[in-house]
């Protein structure tokens, strides 16, 4: 699939890619710091790895996905944009797979109530000056809203993600950073 047939089908079949203004953002953060080795925990099918991967020929993208099916279709897509050579796949739980190397970038974008988790396994491989990006942060406005969501799971959710604010405001090493772009991300990095 090309980007935009990759924005189609998530669309149609409900796959929460990164939305436009977004990856964006990711983009801009990556070119202007010079980021050239990324993990991204949770792939979906493939659309923000490769869209890094796209900013510049010498980016490479190690990427964590659980979901068989949507793993199999980032397989494709890698392939058919020809970036075999620089994404690589992984099919598993990101809280059970054994990841190796150095990153300068960390993106957790996977299961929203396991950030605290993502973060503590994967913050060791981070090189010294690099970043930590989390999206969804502001979870469609649910997060920072004085009404309590609308479900039970929704609002365990938004509890979860809360829990997370307060680990990073009082995390000792990292220093953290909101903006208010896309669906909110964080950006943290060490002290
Ligand atoms: N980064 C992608 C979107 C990822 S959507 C993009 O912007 O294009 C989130 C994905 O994380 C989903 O496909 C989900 O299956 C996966 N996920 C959730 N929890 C996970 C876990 N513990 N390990 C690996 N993948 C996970
Ligand atoms: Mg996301």
């Known amino acids: ?21 977004g990856i964006e953002f990711l ?3 990556i070119k202007d710091n010079n980021i050239k080795s990324i993990l991204e925990i949770g792939t979906a099918i493939g659309y923000s790895a490769i869209r890094m991967c796209n900013i510049s020929s010498d980016i490479t993208v190690t990427t964590i996905e659980r979901d068989e099916e949507r793993y199999n279709i980032a397989v494709e897509n890698v392939k058919s944009n020809n970036l075999e050579d620089r994404i690589t796949l992984i099919l598993g739980d990101a809280l059970e797979v054994d990841v190796t190397g150095k990153y300068d970038l960390i993106f957790i974008d996977a299961a929203k109530a396991q950030s605290i988790k993502f973060f503590t396994k994967y913050s060791p491989l981070l090189k010294e000056d690099g970043t930590i990006i989390t999206d969804n942060i502001n979870f469609h406005g649910l997060t920072f809203s004085k009404d309590p969501a609308p479900t039970r799971n929704l609002r365990q959710l938004t509890r979860k993600i809360n829990d997370y604010l307060k680990w990073l405001e009082d995390n000792k090493e990292f220093t953290s950073k909101y903006v208010n772009i896309g669906d909110g991300v964080m950006i943290s990095k060490r002290v």
């Open 1 to 21: 699939m090309s980007i935009k047939e990759m924005e189609d089908y998530a669309s149609k079949y409900d796959i929460p890619i990164m939305e436009k203004e």
């Open 27 to 29: 983009t801009k953060y």
